[in-house]
Nanobody
């Protein structure tokens, strides 16, 4: 699976962004999808994960109620809607395909290239 993430950018605190990740190469609907982020000097962490059908999701506590993950299997795309953004959300965001709803990065087999999200005050 090849993954292409987009939608990052510079946004003020309290604002919103929507990230997209388009998959190609294998059957997208066979995979659970995850969004991870990595800030400078920190480990990569799970932000949100979604099952192959989209019926189940999993969020990091730090983003619950602010971020929403969704997918459109007809378009081979997974989304991350981010609202009420905080300074601490600044990071490179990666989409990944692998074990459904997994929180560990090593359980994902395929990774996108990352898209930078910068939240300013």
């Amino acid at each position: 699976v090849q993954l292409q993430a987009s939608g990052g950018g510079l946004v003020q605190a309290g604002g919103f962004l929507r990230l997209s990740c388009v998959a190609s190469g294998r059957t997208f609907s066979n995979y659970g999808m995850g969004w991870f982020r990595q800030a400078p000097g920190k480990e990569r962490e799970l932000v949100a994960a979604i099952s192959w059908s989209g019926g189940s999701t999993n969020y990091a506590d730090s983003v619950k109620g602010r971020f929403t993950v969704s997918r459109d299997n007809a378009k081979n795309t997974v989304y991350l809607q981010m609202s009420s953004l905080k300074l601490e959300d600044t990071a490179v965001y990666y989409c990944a395909a692998g074990t459904a709803l997994a929180s560990l990065a090593r359980l994902y087999d395929y990774w996108g290239q990352g898209t930078q999200v910068t939240v300013s005050s």
